[in-house]
């Protein structure tokens, strides 16, 4: 996957405070992601990751699969399979 350079104003805002501007920074920010702040952002009812994925960072395919996983050790391990393939 080939890191994507997005403007400040469509990085994603963590509930903490953090921004994330790529999915290489969504990979490392949730290596060390607080649950309360997981949890705010990936819920049964929305998944915030994903909806960034596909209407900023504009991969389908991968915001797909972040809807399928269930939590953030099976997100993380998606994460690197991208990143790292």
């Excluded at 290489?24 to 992601?33: D, G, H, K, N, V």
């Excluded at 929305?46 to 960072?57: E, H, I, P, Y």
């Excluded at 389908?60 to 809807?67: G, Q, T």
């Amino acid at each position: 996957m080939t890191k994507i350079a997005i403007p400040s104003d469509k990085h994603f805002f963590l509930h903490d405070g953090g921004s994330l501007g790529s999915v290489e920074e969504l990979f490392a920010e949730l290596q060390t992601m607080e649950p309360h702040v997981y949890g705010h952002h990936v819920s049964a009812e929305r998944n915030d990751f994903a909806n960034w994925t596909r209407d900023v960072m504009r991969d389908r395919f991968l915001a797909k699969n972040i809807e399928l996983c269930r939590d953030k050790d099976q997100l993380l391990k998606l994460l690197f399979m991208n990143l790292f393939r």
